[in-house]
């Protein structure tokens, strides 16, 4: 994927957002860092799919420069979650939607920055395709 040098985060107006399908963020932290810092980005917030971590696990990934900021991990099933990498130097409140979650179905997280001119909310979700089933 060939990104271009302008999101170097050069304006204050503006948010850099990073998505990363990365079935398995295992052993992956350093392949991530060098991925970013070869197409000359360092995002805000950074959104990963498929982590396929636990609770217990997730919080212990660490990426220089980010803090995990909010998460969902699968309890009963293997793979999935998702999850949300912000800067270090933003400030941010997480908002707890695992009420709302559904394994393999509907996995969500969320943060909002605490801005005082805009409401803003990012949210982040895996939701499964399910096929139709026949003859409805």
Known sequence: M??????KR???NSITIYH???QSITNKSDELSKNLQMNHIRPHLIFLTEHHRKESEIT???LDGYILASSF???ESLGGGVCIL???NIIFQTIDLKQFCHEK??????VK???KTIKLVFFFFFLAFIEPQQGT
């Open 60 to 62: 212990k990934f660490s």
């Open 10 to 12: 050069k304006s204050t």
């Open 73 to 75: 991990c699968r309890r």
């Open 86 to 88: 912000i800067s270090d």
């Open 113 to 115: 920055p605490p801005l």
């Open 20 to 22: 990363q399908n990365i």
């Open 105 to 110: 179905t509907l996995e969500i997280c969320a």
């Open 2 to 7: 060939e990104l271009t040098a302008c999101n």
